[in-house]
T-cell receptor
């Protein structure tokens, strides 16, 4: 089955530690996105990538880093520089073009303890 | 400036009634797409409907229709004959062509509650 997979579903991190969230897709999509969602809030764009080995900062990139070494994978690292990392993180992918919908993973809920 | 504005944080609607969720957008790009997504309490994002900036007719998908008013930069979602399962968060989103740097931006959402 084609789809987009995020892992893990729940993640606990100690303050001061970096943590990496996984996002893998087998839909052959060029574009991939990372969003952060806080309780009762909308989706805020962290990073996005249109093609392998290239990515752009979104609206709230500070404290986060990404890589896009393979078409299928777009991992997000939440660094210790992110002041308030507890949130729900969603990864999405889509074909290129303004008329194509994005497909989402099931999300990772990150909690800093 | 906000690219996507959803002014209704929450709405309560009687079952079987129609409901309109508001969305306005801001762009100077002539080529863009508008999307609506549903997010149940489980957290998954479900694509509902799409409208292209060059489309002449309003999009429809089953009970969902999109009231597209280009001059007003408005893309409201209409749900006909609402059902209890429609209770969820609803997000409006826009992708601009932006010379190939296609950023997908979401609004803050509307929490819809259907009352039996």
């Amino acid at each position: 089955d084609g789809g987009i997979t995020q892992s893990p579903k729940y993640l606990f991190r100690k303050e001061g530690q970096n943590v990496t969230l996984s996002c893998e897709q087998n839909l052959n999509h060029d574009a991939m996105y990372w969003y952060r969602q806080d309780p009762g809030q909308g989706l805020r764009l962290i990073y996005y990538s249109q093609i392998v080995n290239d990515f752009q900062k979104g609206d709230i990139a500070e404290g986060y880093s990404v890589s896009r070494e393979k078409k299928e994978s777009f991992p997000l690292t939440v660094t210790s520089a992110q002041k308030n990392p507890t949130a729900f993180y969603l990864c999405a992918s889509s074909m290129r073009g303004v008329n194509t919908e994005a497909f989402f993973g099931q999300g990772t809920r990150l909690t800093v303890v | 400036a906000q690219k996507i504005t959803q002014t209704q944080p929450g709405m309560f609607v009687q079952e079987k009634e129609a409901v309109t969720l508001d969305c306005t957008y801001d762009t100077s790009d002539p080529s863009y797409g508008l999307f609506w997504y549903k997010q149940p309490s489980s957290g998954e994002m479900i694509f509902l409907i799409y409208q292209g900036s060059y489309d002449q007719q309003n999009a429809t998908e089953g009970r969902y229709s999109l009231n597209f008013q280009k001059a007003r930069k408005s893309a409201n979602l209409v749900i006909s004959a609402s059902q209890l399962g429609d209770s969820a968060m609803y997000f409006c989103a826009m992708r601009e062509a932006n010379f190939g740097n296609e950023k997908l931006t979401f609004g803050t959402g509307t929490r819809l509650t259907i009352i039996p």
